[in-house]
DNA sequence: CAAATTATGGCAAACGATAGCCATGTGATG
DNA sequence: CATCACATGGCTATCGTTTGCCATAATTTG
């Protein structure tokens, strides 16, 4: 079947005609209410809808040099995890008028390099989740444009992340009032700054507890990493496994009953992000919950203010974590 | 902490200067590789190297009008449905070295509209994927836009959609074969096209194998909606359910099993969509899977390939479903 | 060797919208 | 009634890039 290819957008200068004023007046009514006779405004507004019109936005983004568009990077656009982010980030662009273009970097800091760069002049700016750069792959990427960090954090360069120092503690202080005595921590890629940030709060609750914490892995932060991670669990002994993420800890709770051994009876798990599958899983899966989509609001609102202000200023945010206790954590079988 | 604003940007202009050229030649060293001198090209390349010159997209759509960049509409970007239709999506789209633009709709036919509307200029098509648009919107919208439907068919517009009459008809030979005889059908929302497909496949499937099928809903197509939902399939005395989506079979399977009732020994659940929580839930589910990522990407290639000709011709692609069996589903109690 | 090509690069006009500046008309103020 | 302020709308340059057209030089052709 046969269709015209799409007709020809309006232009202002058509608006302007068939309303019989200059384009600039038209222009005007659009972005300066004030600045144009109330009666004149209308009858342009109406013929700009009788003529399907709508402003430009290059056209725009040409004269005023910004483009009303940000930009969010995400290591992995189908990880659950990430998806609270893109709908937070989402949320508050399109609350701004602003228009989100995703980008999907492959956990590859070169796919991200380059995407920064390809962006970068149609943007105003970026919210760059779980980075992969290195330090100064992102400082350089900050000399060219604007940009906010989510859960990653340097000097220099503007951050949203969670507050896992709150948060591991709030995990070892529920460990502790099952009466568990140690842990192992099953550690997610050894380049992500978050596990980074997990281990390290972990490790200083324990030992403020009283608790000792072993850290086996690295693993691949996936379900399919479930069974090399769960047999370590097992042969550890511990009453209790963190793990670097959900997914990983879905996949470990899953082996860990394949090999008979019961969750929470035997052993306790603990995972990370409170992704959508952690209250679907059986049993149902005891998480650090981020508060991901006010995260990716967050970054983006810091992205906006950012933006705005002259000589800036570059501040930091944490946000609160909770603990969700489900049913995959209970009393250690050695008390 | 203070920095400075990011630095202005290398225009044409300054490559110009710099390398004694005018700025059309610079253009061309760019765009049109055998319209100016080796040498002079490479000088210019390696001024612009130089000065970290990256051409704007911006000003470079204003002039040639198109803008290398797709957008992507999805009612929720938080269901797991939709993930891997955005990747597949954002895979084809930074193949072929353009730019995805995502956009949520809300399950929203105004926000929806208004989004086309306002992306519309700021882009070369859109993929509309569960439009909530009726139509006649979408005639409109497709009279200034290029697009591609996803999950949605209407004559005269492109489309990719999942085979949901083979899909439809392998669930119920699948249920006949464990000897059910009747099933019932928890609906989604009315407005929803792959909803009334697979319930007039279903249902056209029954008939050809004498199976009896009941409709009942509508239902939210959510997890909140499991409990209404079971509860009418206990009401029915049916031992088979095929609900709307997995979100749904998933909340039903969580209440049946709450109430007493075995799955699938008393009842067999069976979902659409194959989401990720679909693989972790208890029991497994039993699913019909499309492959969302292949039609996310399909759809980015036809439309890709419509901005491309001149007079156009409207193609519909059918996509391959296929059940994948799981646990919820065994033989029925009556047999 | 003249004539015709071809290669190469510059000039200038778009593309659509915005914003600074100016011109006109209106009513207020003294 | 002169002066002034303000409201309103037009004119025009501008943003960064592409592209059609022209000029010049180099090369080929007969």
Redesign the pocket.
């Known amino acids: 079947m046969n269709t015209t290819r799409p007709r020809?957008?309006?232009?202002?200068?058509?608006?302007?005609r068939e309303s019989?004023?200059?384009?600039?007046?038209?222009?005007?009514?659009?972005?300066?209410p004030?600045?144009?006779?109330?009666?004149?405004?209308e009858h342009i507004l109406g013929v700009a809808e009788r003529l399907g019109?709508?402003?430009?936005?290059?056209?725009?983004a040409?004269?005023?040099?910004h483009t009303n568009t940000l930009a969010l990077l995400v290591p992995d656009i189908t990880n659950p995890y990430f998806a609270g982010v893109i709908k937070g980030a989402e949320r508050a662009v399109a609350r701004s008028g602003r228009t989100l273009v995703l980008g999907d970097t492959q956990e590859s800091a070169a796919a991200e390099e380059q995407l920064v760069r390809r962006l970068g002049?149609a943007v105003d700016g970026f919210v760059l989740s779980a980075s992969r750069l290195p330090d100064d792959g992102l400082r350089r990427a900050a000399e060219v444009n604007t940009l906010v960090l989510l859960n990653r954090a340097i000097p220099g360069i503007a951050s949203v992340v969670a507050d896992y120092a709150s948060g591991t503690r709030q995990i070892i202080d529920h460990l502790a009032s099952h009466g568990h005595q140690s842990a192992v921590f099953l550690a997610g890629p050894p380049e992500s700054w978050s596990g980074r940030m997990r281990w390290d709060g972990l490790r200083a609750a324990a030992t403020d507890m009283n608790m000792t914490v072993k850290r086996i892995g690295p693993y691949a932060p996936t379900l399919d990493s479930g069974p090399a991670a769960a047999d370590a669990v097992i042969t550890s002994h511990a009453t209790a496994a963190v793990c670097h993420n959900d997914m990983l800890a879905i996949g470990v709770i899953r082996r860990l009953v394949e090999r008979g051994v019961r969750v929470p009876q035997d052993v306790s798990v603990i995972g990370f992000d409170n992704i959508f599958g952690a209250d679907i899983c059986t049993p149902l899966l005891t998480t650090l919950a981020e508060h991901t989509q006010d995260a990716g609001a967050r970054a983006v609102d810091a992205l906006i203010h950012l933006g705005q202000q002259r000589s800036r200023t570059v501040k930091s945010w944490q946000l609160p974590t909770h603990l969700v206790v489900r049913d995959s954590t209970g009393p250690s079988r050695l008390r």
């Not at 019989?20 to 300066?32: D, E, I, M, Q, W």
């Not at 004030?34 to 405004?41: A, K, L, P, Q, S």
């Not at 040409?62 to 040099?65: A, P, Q, R, V």
């Open positions: 020809k957008r309006a232009t202002i200068l058509d608006v302007a019989g004023v200059a384009p600039s007046t038209v222009s005007r009514a659009f972005t300066k004030g600045r144009v006779n109330d009666v004149t405004r019109y709508a402003p430009n936005p290059m056209a725009r040409l004269e005023s040099g002049p």
